[in-house]
């Protein structure tokens, strides 16, 4: 069973910094691709910054140079360290992963519930 539970969102003032945190639990998943998305109101969800299985890391580039991917294997957490931030980052920010659930041999795509960041004076 797959879950993701996202943490560290909240309300920053521009050019401020934020870290978000996604605790994976992957029972049975093999992961080829996994980080972060968000959604602003109004917007479709968009891609921020990924992870794939060979270990190299992908920003939008509205991210780039803002924005750091991390992953520990061996915490199961994926991390997103966000800094200068604008009040065009204000969305909520959605943990990802794409993979192959071993159990079922079928691939499958897994979403957390999301963590609001706020970014406003």
């Known amino acids: 069973q797959v879950q993701l539970v996202e943490s560290g969102g909240g309300w920053v003032q521009p050019g401020g910094s934020l870290r978000l945190s996604c605790s994976a639990s992957l029972t049975d998943f093999t992961v080829n691709v996994i980080g972060w998305y968000r959604q602003a109101p109004g917007k479709q969800r968009e891609r921020v910054a990924l992870?794939?299985?060979?270990?190299?890391?992908h920003y939008s580039s509205f991210a780039q140079g803002r924005f750091q991917i991390s992953r520990d294997m061996a915490r199961s957490t994926v991390d997103l360290q966000m800094d200068s931030l604008r009040p065009d980052d204000t969305a909520v920010y959605y943990c990802?992963?794409?993979?192959?659930?071993?159990?079922?041999?079928?691939?499958?795509?897994?979403w957390g519930q999301g963590t609001q960041v706020t970014v406003s004076s």
């Open positions: 992870i794939h299985s060979g270990g190299s890391a």
């Open positions: 990802y992963t794409g993979g192959m659930n071993r159990r079922l041999s079928s691939p499958g795509d897994y």
